[in-house]
T-cell receptor, first 114, second 114 residues
Framework: DSGVTQTPKHLITATGQRVTLRCSPR?????VYWYQQSLDQGLQFLIH???????AKGNILERFSAQQFPDLHSELNLSSLELGDSALYFC?????????????FGSGTQLSVL | AQKVTQAQTEISVVEKEDVTLDCVYE???????LFWYKQPPSGELVFLIR??????QNEISGRYSWNFQKSTSSFNFTITASQVVDSAVYFC???????????FGTGTRLTIIP
C-alpha cells in the first residue's frame, strides 16, 4: 500500500459527460501529480501541483482541469468526455517538488467512456 | 526532448531463469534521473529504483540488479532466478533535473512461466 488513495476505482460514463477523480496523497506529501495511462499513448504526465499551486503541465487537454485543495487532496476534472479519454488515471505524491524524488502512486481510477 | 525506449514489448521466461529488461534513453541534459517502476496485474505502479546521472555504479537489491551505462545511454534491469511473482509490466522512466515530469517508456510485459 503506497498510502496514496484514489477514488473511485472504476468509473463508467457516457460521451459528453463530466467526471471528477479524487486523490488523497500520502500524509506529509505536498506534491501531487496526475498521469494518464492508455493503450495508445502509454503513461503520460498530465499536471503537477505543489502545496496548492500548479507547478507544471504536460499533455493535458483543455477539457481537463485539476486543483489541489488546502487539505492537499487533489481532484482531476474531465469534461465533454470522448471515447478516447478512456484510460487509467494515476495520482502520485511526493514530499518534494521535483519528480527526481521518489513518487508514490495510487492504484488508479479506470475510466471507461461509452 | 527526452525519450525512453523499451524495445522489448513482451518477454516470457521459465521460472528460475535470469532475465534482463532493456532501457535506452535520450536527453540533452547532463543531470538527470532514471527510474524503474513495476506494474503488477493489480494495476498500481510500484517504485523499484532511482539513479542519478552522476552515479554509474551498478546496484543490486536481492534478486534485482541494475546496470547503468552513460556511454550507451542505457539503464538495464536484471532479475536473477525469476519467480512467478515477478510477472508484471516494467517501466523505465527519465526525469531531467528541474523538470517536473517523468517520461516513461512503453513498458515491457514480463511473464514468468511456472
Amino acid at each position: 500500500d503506497s498510502g496514496v488513495t484514489q477514488t473511485p476505482k472504476h468509473l463508467i460514463t457516457a460521451t459528453g459527460q463530466r467526471v471528477t477523480l479524487r486523490c488523497s496523497p500520502r500524509s506529509g506529501d505536498l506534491s501531487v501529480y496526475w498521469y494518464q495511462q492508455s493503450l495508445d499513448q502509454g503513461l503520460q504526465f498530465l499536471i503537477h501541483y505543489y502545496n496548492g499551486e500548479e507547478r507544471a503541465k504536460g499533455n493535458i487537454l483543455e477539457r481537463f482541469s485539476a486543483q489541489q485543495f488546502p487539505d492537499l487532496h487533489s481532484e482531476l476534472n474531465l469534461s465533454s468526455l470522448e471515447l478516447g479519454d478512456s484510460a487509467l488515471y494515476f495520482c502520485a505524491s511526493s514530499v518534494a517538488t521535483r519528480e527526481d524524488e521518489k513518487l508514490f502512486f495510487g492504484s488508479g481510477t479506470q475510466l471507461s467512456v461509452l | 526532448a527526452q525519450k525512453v525506449t523499451q524495445a522489448q514489448t513482451e518477454i516470457s521466461v521459465v521460472e528460475k531463469e535470469d532475465v534482463t529488461l532493456d532501457c535506452v534513453y535520450e536527453t540533452r541534459d547532463t543531470t538527470y534521473y532514471l527510474f524503474w517502476y513495476k506494474q503488477p496485474p493489480s494495476g498500481e505502479l510500484v517504485f523499484l529504483i532511482r539513479r542519478n546521472s552522476f552515479d554509474e555504479q551498478n546496484e543490486i537489491s536481492g534478486r534485482y540488479s541494475w546496470n547503468f551505462q552513460k556511454s550507451t545511454s542505457s539503464f538495464n534491469f536484471t532479475i536473477t532466478a525469476s519467480q512467478v511473482v515477478d510477472s508484471a509490466v516494467y517501466f523505465c522512466a527519465l526525469a531531467n533535473f528541474g523538470n517536473e515530469k517523468l517520461t516513461f517508456g512503453t513498458g515491457t510485459r514480463l511473464t514468468i512461466i511456472p
